[in-house]
């Protein structure tokens, strides 16, 4: 067994440079990994996991506009936010490979995670989500082993920090402009 390690941005640039030709096509990719993957410990801190690279090679404005419609999603807007179109392109892989609810189901369920437990959602907390949600409960294992989120000790995570805010959003955006209901949100979002 192999694990494949993150990359660092000489061996990102190196697997770029093998799809693309151009070096600011390359520039432009990296720069948008790093604005997603944001970490906090500088420059040097980036590691850029192989599916996400992957991803990104979808990046490619050629690629973008031919996958404008690819997705269905009320939720994200993957035509015009490419976090969204990574998102979206996690999700839809997922379906294919655990059996996992439609992208707006399982974005809707990660909404309800960062909004509820911001730290950590244990396993029991999850079924409850599930079930409000009318999901059978058997999807728990999809939703364990799903790229966005780390297992352990009996709780979920999300994978990288900025995810808990950019689910934060979604269920913001969603429940703010799109629903205009505004008494559903909770209490610690009030305060934001």
Same mark, same amino acid.
């Given at each position: 067994i192999y694990e494949l390690l993150a990359f660092d941005e000489v061996l990102a640039r190196k697997y770029f440079e093998q799809r693309f030709l151009s070096d600011r096509k +390359?520039?432009?990719?990296?720069n948008d990994l790093k604005y997603i993957?944001?970490?906090? !410990? !500088?420059?040097?801190?980036?590691?850029?996991?192989?599916?996400?690279?992957?991803?990104?090679?979808?990046?490619?404005?050629?690629?973008?506009?031919?996958? +404008?419609?690819?997705?269905? #999603?009320?939720?994200?807007?993957? #035509?015009?936010?490419?976090?969204?179109?990574? +998102?979206?392109?996690?999700?839809?892989?997922?379906?294919?490979?655990?059996?996992q609810e439609d992208i707006d189901k399982q974005v809707y369920i990660l909404t309800q995670m960062a909004v509820k437990y911001?730290?950590?959602?244990?396993?029991?907390?999850?079924?409850?989500?599930?079930?409000?949600?009318? +999901?059978?409960?058997?999807?728990? $294992?999809?939703?364990?082993? $799903?790229?966005?989120?780390?297992?352990?000790?009996?709780?979920?995570?999300f994978k990288y920090d900025f995810l808990k805010d950019y689910f934060k959003s979604i269920y913001l955006n969603y429940n703010l402009f799109i629903n205009k209901d505004y008494n559903i949100l909770p209490d610690p979002i009030i305060e934001i």
């Open positions: +390359i520039d432009y990719i990296i993957l944001n970490t906090k !410990g !500088g420059e040097q801190s980036y590691r850029f996991p192989p599916f996400i690279l992957d991803v990104a090679s979808s990046f490619d404005d050629e690629s973008v506009k031919n996958t +404008i419609n690819r997705f269905n #999603s009320s939720l994200l807007n993957t #035509s015009a936010i490419k976090l969204d179109y990574l +998102i979206a392109y996690i999700c839809e892989r997922e379906i294919a490979k655990t059996n911001p730290v950590r959602t244990t396993t029991a907390d999850l079924l409850q989500i599930l079930e409000n949600n009318l +999901i059978n409960k058997e999807k728990i $294992h999809s939703f364990l082993v $799903h790229p966005l989120l780390e297992y352990s000790k009996d709780s979920l995570y």
